[in-house]
Nanobody, 123 residues
Framework: QVQLVESGGGLVQAGGSLRLSCVASGLIFSNYGMAWFRQAPGKEREFVSSISYSGSTTNYIESLKGRTTISRDNAKNTVYLQMNSLKPEDTAVYYC????????????????WGQGTQVTVSS
């Protein structure tokens, strides 16, 4: 049974930083592209960032470029999302997801999802 468990969310002031983690089990982690998505209240889920199997290729949503770094540690079955200079509009539930076929931006491609971790940025 595949499980993705996110952690690291919380309440932070604008300008602050958070590091999200997602630990995977029940799959061969290095065979999966990984991604982070987020969903704010009343909005659709949106792509945040993705990373290739080895970590050599990454993608970011334009609004987070320069403020966010995705990385992975295949030895620890973990993907990370470092977010800096956080803004109130970054408030959302952040989900990690796994895709056996790649690391694209479309959520429908991802077959495994975590339960999410809440990130709240106060102004």
């Amino acid at each position: 049974q595949v499980q993705l468990v996110e952690s690291g969310g919380g309440l932070v002031q604008a300008g602050g930083s958070l590091r999200l983690s997602c630990v995977a089990s029940g799959l061969i982690f290095s065979n999966y592209g990984m991604a982070w998505f987020r969903q704010a209240p009343g909005k659709e889920r949106e792509f945040v960032s993705s990373i290739s199997y080895s970590g050599s290729t990454t993608n970011y949503i334009e609004s987070l470029k320069g403020r966010t770094t995705i990385s992975r540690d295949n030895a620890k079955n973990t993907v990370y999302l470092q977010m800096n200079s956080l803004k109130p509009e970054d408030t959302a539930v952040y989900y990690c997801a796994a895709d056996r076929s790649g690391w694209e931006r479309e959520s429908r491609r991802y077959e495994h999802w975590g339960q999410g971790t809440q990130v709240t940025v106060s102004s």
